[in-house]
């Protein structure tokens, strides 16, 4: 059997990963001191309100090598083939523990994707591998298949703030400090060698829907893979959002809420889309 695995990264709810047989990892949240794990002892929901009345910062910790070498030895004991999909090595040290665990476990089945991109990318990265496997594909062609593919998913999303992204170590302070300085939105995305990327600035959320048109326009997107509407807490900017892009005939299949692991870094009154190039 090939087995799907994923972390909190992927935001894959835990609702979607039982139906699916998809596994997933948690990835451990501490905001005010208190630590949390989704679909444990807090929701996207519920985490968002908190982010937004407390003064300090979520952080995010690493899966462990510990945690992954646990499960390859269990589908190794299986003689189960697994692939990971992680969240890009370029955001965390995560991916980085899997592919210790691996050479700890000793098992040649094990196949490790850098998707170099985070959240909805990663699912529709998973969505693939699953596809491909009722196909009868074998785990080494999906392999090869998924890692041509991360190179075609791209992620546009407009925050409130780069001020998130700053804590958490993912973009320097001078970008951050100008952009907070004239109350520009950020339009970020996941450059190709798995690094967050200002590709846009603007001057509120209006301008922020219009020049991410802009920058779909540029795109030849694929009609074979669904595209989704990304939003982090609150439907408002979503809604606009949606009706922009409907308006410019960029029909979705979907409207996914953004988990505390991304949201951590993001924060709230963000959205985008994901969606795959030709």
């Known amino acids: 059997m090939i087995k799907i695995l994923v972390d909190a990264a992927s935001d894959i ?9 998809i596994d997933i990892l ?12 989704e679909g444990e002892n807090i929701t996207r929901n519920e985490f968002y309100e908190m982010m937004l009345n407390q003064k300090g910062f979520a952080k995010t910790s690493l899966v462990p090598p510990q945690k ?6 269990q589908q190794k004991d299986q003689n189960n083939e697994v692939i990971y ?12 523990s899997a592919f210790m665990a691996k050479e700890q476990v000793e098992y040649d089945s094990i ?11 990663i699912k529709i990265l998973a969505d693939i591998a699953l596809k491909m496997i009722v196909e009868g594909k074998t785990a080494k062609e999906i392999h090869a298949y998924l890692e ?25 302070s001078t970008a951050a400090f100008i952009g907070e300085l ?23 959320r209006t301008r922020g829907i219009i020049n991410i048109l802009k920058l779909l326009k540029k795109k030849k997107i694929s009609v074979q893979f669904p595209k989704y509407i990304l939003y982090s807490y609150g439907d408002y900017n979503c809604d606009r959002f949606e009706e922009k892009l409907l308006e ?25 889309i994901v969606f795959v190039e030709e």
């Open 68 to 73: 992954f070498f646990e499960y390859f030895k």
């Open 26 to 37: 948690p990835i451990e949240i501490t905001l005010d001191s208190n630590v949390f794990i």
């Open 148 to 172: 041509e593919m991360k190179k075609k998913v791209t992620i546009y999303a407009c925050l409130d703030t780069l001020e998130f992204l700053k804590r958490g170590g993912r973009i320097n």
């Open 182 to 204: 004239v109350n520009l939105k950020p339009i970020i995305t996941i450059n190709p060698e798995g690094k967050i990327e200002v590709v846009s600035k603007a001057l509120g």
């Open 248 to 272: 410019n005939q960029y029909g979705m299949q979907g409207r996914l809420q953004i988990g505390p692991t991304i949201g951590a870094h993001i924060g709230p009154e963000a959205f985008g």
């Open 111 to 121: 196949y490790l994707v850098d998707s170099l991109s985070a959240s909805y990318a």
């Open 13 to 21: 709810t835990k609702e979607e990963a039982y139906e699916k047989n």
């Open 85 to 96: 999909i992680g969240l890009s090595s370029k955001l965390s040290g995560t991916f980085n």
